[in-house]
């Protein structure tokens, strides 16, 4: 069965799911270099490469490619909660904090991952990622519902 197939069959289309569920999912795909590579893109208007692979109203599937160096903006995930599992490679999510009276949003600490690795983000994360390695990166993502409403923060 196809890659593509598996993630269709392991998800309910119309359910919402929360962030352990999304997790305990995740674990249960065989997310090797080998099956995910495929649906890796080059960047092209972003510094990374982003491959939407499933989407449907209550769930988006996507493969991020980090070239070396390369970061997402700052942002969040308006009202998703979401999985990132950490294909190939490693990389660092750096967390924000934003205070409505402020204009940017500021520095709260950095967290390193690598290969294997899975972590969360939900409606109140601001971060950013970034791939601070001489190799690439690429990482699978899950979000609950599809992603809607999500701002880019200005650094």
Request: hydrophobic fraction near 35%.
């Amino acid at each position: 069965m196809k890659f593509i197939e598996i993630i269709k069959r392991s998800f309910d289309s119309s359910h919402v799911y929360s962030q352990q569920e999304l997790i305990q999912i995740v674990q249960t795909l065989d997310l090797s270099p080998e099956n995910v590579i495929p649906y890796i893109t080059a960047p092209k208007h972003l510094e990374y490469g982003r491959n939407i692979i499933y989407h449907t109203k209550n769930l988006e599937v996507m493969v991020l490619y980090f070239p070396s160096l390369a970061k997402t903006p700052i942002h969040n995930h308006g009202t998703s909660t979401g999985c990132i599992y950490i294909v190939q490679g490693g990389l660092q999510n750096i967390l924000y904090n934003f205070e409505p009276s402020e204009t940017t949003p500021t520095y709260h600490q950095t967290q390193q991952f690598t290969q294997g690795n899975v972590f969360t983000v939900d409606k109140d994360t601001i971060h950013m990622i970034q791939n601070t390695m001489p190799l690439p990166a690429s990482t699978f993502h899950v979000y609950s519902p599809s992603l809607e409403g999500v701002t880019i923060h200005s650094s």
